[in-house]
């Protein structure tokens, strides 16, 4: 599952005055619904002022941090286990990690100052850093990352073109999903999960701006249009098993969210309050309005709103039962949720006011950044470091014991 950041921004600028004011020093009052306590721990930086976590899986955090003397921005992972973060380095000039599955880290890297980003691959266990490569043009966007395939876009030769990739960790072969429109057409990988990458293309004899999701079976090498809501376009944004989710327009031209059943063929049309950032792990699906969050079970078509209502709530990433999103009301604050009890708490920052999630894991630990105790008087906030939020019995919340027999 990938991040919707295009997205959320402009949500949050939207709505950022809406619900009631609350104080500067802290954050709405919490919902009566039961929490837990989370615990808070500081992942540092790479020796630069400023770092932040974009993703977590098992025990190891991913992001970017600025190096010594803030000279530079570079991808790190940091292992929860031994509280170590490594810099994994670039491929020319800055690097950002954007995801991490088992052993392999999978971002951006710049190679240039102010050029091209080409996307990478880092190996754990070999401490190896690999450009992945493009489809024949000048840059590749990382967009998502399912066990060993990458997705994302890659310009094509000339670089007038850009289409969907799938990269192979087992393999380290890139393949070009192609377009609806053919070798000509553009098209944009935005998930991945499986065999299954969904995105958006341009279709033939419309316009390139008219799109259709779709679905590219990596099993068989098929591209299938997911047609729209009675509209002329549509797009597909995330994928979890055989559900996709993403926006439409309807008969009317109205901008609709639905979800898609690959097996049944299946369309539901969730509405208008699922606009912003569709979201799906198994049969829950997560969206917004600009203003809140809202749940929607596909078995039961149940829907509930994440969190107090108060406020603009924008939800980053849903993992089974966890979601992870900020709230606006008015200052903002991450936030960690279930779909299945409704439970809903705040993340605390490091002393300073704000705090932002990015990524949940399937055991509700978050990974994220917040901000240190402010050094001048009338600011609010100090830098933001990376950190990861655990609940009670996480084994990320216990502290360092020093070993004895350790040399310095």
């Known amino acids: 599952m990938c991040s919707r950041a295009w997205l959320l921004a402009g949500a949050g600028l ?6 009631p004011a609350y104080g500067a020093d802290a954050p709405p009052p919490a919902p009566t619904t039961p929490s837990v306590q ?30 010594s003397g803030d000279a530079a921005e570079h991808a790190f992972a940091y292992d929860l286990r ?10 020319g ?3 950002r990690a954007t995801g991490v599955a088992g052993e392999h880290v999978v971002g951006e890297s710049d190679l240039s100052a102010g050029g091209p980003p080409h996307g990478f691959v880092y190996d754990l266990r070999t401490r190896r850093l690999a450009d992945i490569g493009t489809l024949g043009g000048s840059s590749t966007h990382v967009t998502g990352l399912d066990g060993d395939t990458v997705v994302g876009e890659s310009s094509l030769a000339g670089d007038a073109v850009t289409h969907a990739f799938a990269y192979s960790l087992r393999t380290r072969i890139m393949t070009d999903l192609g377009s609806l429109a053919g070798p000509s057409g553009t098209s944009t990988a935005a998930a991945v999960s499986g065999t299954t990458v969904v995105g958006s293309s341009s279709l033939p004899n419309a316009p390139a701006t008219t799109t259709h999701g779709f679905a590219y ?12 809501l009675g509209g002329s376009s549509s797009t597909a944004n995330d994928v979890s098993g055989a559900i996709v ?20 063929g299946v369309r539901t049309d969730l509405g208008f309050h699922f606009l912003i950032a569709q979201l799906v792990s198994g049969n829950t699906v997560v969206g917004g309005d ?29 993992n089974g039962n966890f979601m992870a999103g900020d709230n606006f009301a008015p200052n903002s604050f991450a936030f960690v949720a279930r779909a299945d009890t409704g439970a809903f708490t705040y993340l605390a920052s490091l002393g300073g006011l704000n705090s932002a999630a990015a990524q949940v894991d399937r055991h509700g630990v978050v990974a994220g ?25 996480s084994p990320w919340t216990r502290t360092r014991t020093p070993n004895p027999s350790a040399r310095p």
């Open 14 to 19: 939207l709505a950022a005055a809406a619900g």
């Open 38 to 67: 989370y615990a808070v721990r500081d992942l540092g930086t790479l020796g630069g002022t400023r770092s932040e976590a974009t993703a977590i899986d098992g025990g190891t955090v991913v992001g970017s941090s600025l190096t």
């Open 82 to 91: 031994r509280h170590t973060m490594t810099d994994l380095g670039t491929l």
């Open 93 to 95: 000039d800055s690097s």
């Open 217 to 228: 079976s990596l099993r068989t090498g098929t591209m299938t249009d997911l047609g729209t």
């Open 245 to 264: 989710v993403g926006q439409s327009r309807t008969a009317g031209n109205r901008l609709s969210a639905y979800a898609y059943d690959l097996r049944t």
């Open 290 to 318: 600009g203003l809140l969050s809202s749940t929607y079970d596909l078995t039961t078509r149940a829907t509930a709103t994440v969190g107090s209502g108060r406020g603009v709530t924008e939800t980053r990433q849903i």
């Open 369 to 393: 950044s917040a901000a240190l105790p402010p050094t001048d008087p009338v600011a609010v906030n100090g830098p933001f470091h990376a950190v990861v939020w655990a609940p009670p019995g």
